[in-house]
T-cell receptor, first 114, second 114 residues
Framework: SQQGEEDPQALSIQEGENATMNCSYK?????LQWYRQNSGRGLVHLIL?????REKHSGRLRVTLDTSKKSSSLLITASRAADTASYFC??????????????FGQGTTLQVKP | DADVTQTPRNRITKTGKRIMLECSQT?????MYWYRQDPGLGLQLIYY???????NKGEISDGYSVSRQAQAKFSLSLESAIPNQTALYFC?????????????FGPGTRLTVL
């Protein structure tokens, strides 16, 4: 079963615009991570936010986490054509201290038009 | 990530054949994972291993088996391949550094079962 539900499933914007993707999850978590996947390739870790954090920045990326709503958002500012990829949230759910598994959402496919 | 390699990268096989996908890592991580990705979907966990003597089933282990031959090697077998096992398969590793399960992915194996 998928813990993460991502919205929208697909997003198309012009270069220079901002892109926002949302992720909702169901169970308590230790942290939430965002990954990027270029077409047909392996996933690459982008950024992690812990359950006691509300916002985090890394370059043009901004992640927010609202544990009361069990949701997170990823904002990519000043998008570039090279940002075209699929983006996945992954939750590290809390199992009595065993953070052994990540549960991935279905992803948002972002297209940035030059 | 070049530190996590998968062989073969592409494989076409027939229904009923036994197939082995191999994963090797030079990151020195204890934890290794096998995922399956179907078109337009997120990743589903097949099996995972926290060390050489530890093997755990994931969400979709039926029809699959694994072997952790060494810390650096984790192989996935399809005992009798069927067409609905056609998918992209990813291996991943992590070491839980700082209590965080950040995962590092291989480039993937594209498997087609005819």
């Amino acid at each position: 079963s998928q813990q993460g539900e991502e919205d929208p499933q697909a997003l198309s914007i012009q270069e220079g615009e901002n892109a926002t993707m949302n992720c909702s999850y169901k169970t308590s978590i230790n942290n939430l991570q965002w990954y990027r996947q270029n077409s047909g390739r392996g996933l690459v870790h982008l950024i992690l936010i812990r359950s006691n954090e509300r916002e985090k920045h890394s370059g043009r990326l901004r992640v927010t986490l609202d544990t009361s709503k069990k949701s997170s958002s990823l904002l990519i500012t000043a998008s570039r054509a090279a940002d075209t990829a699929s983006y996945f949230c992954a939750t590290d759910a809390f199992f009595s201290g065993n953070t052994g598994k990540l549960i991935f959402g279905q992803g948002t496919t972002l297209q940035v038009k030059p | 990530d070049a530190d996590v390699t998968q062989t073969p990268r592409n494989r076409i096989t027939k229904t009923g054949k036994r197939i082995m996908l191999e994963c090797s890592q030079t990151k020195g991580h204890d934890r290794m994972y096998w995922y399956r990705q179907d078109p337009g979907l997120g990743l589903q966990l097949i099996y995972y291993s926290f060390d050489v003597k530890d093997i755990n089933k994931g969400e979709i282990s039926d029809g699959y088996s694994v072997s952790r031959q060494a810390q650096a090697k984790f192989s996935l077998s399809l005992e009798s391949a069927i067409p609905n096992q056609t998918a992209l398969y990813f291996c991943a590793t992590s070491d839980l550094q700082g209590g965080v399960n950040e995962q590092f992915f291989g480039p993937g194996t594209r498997l087609t079962v005819l």
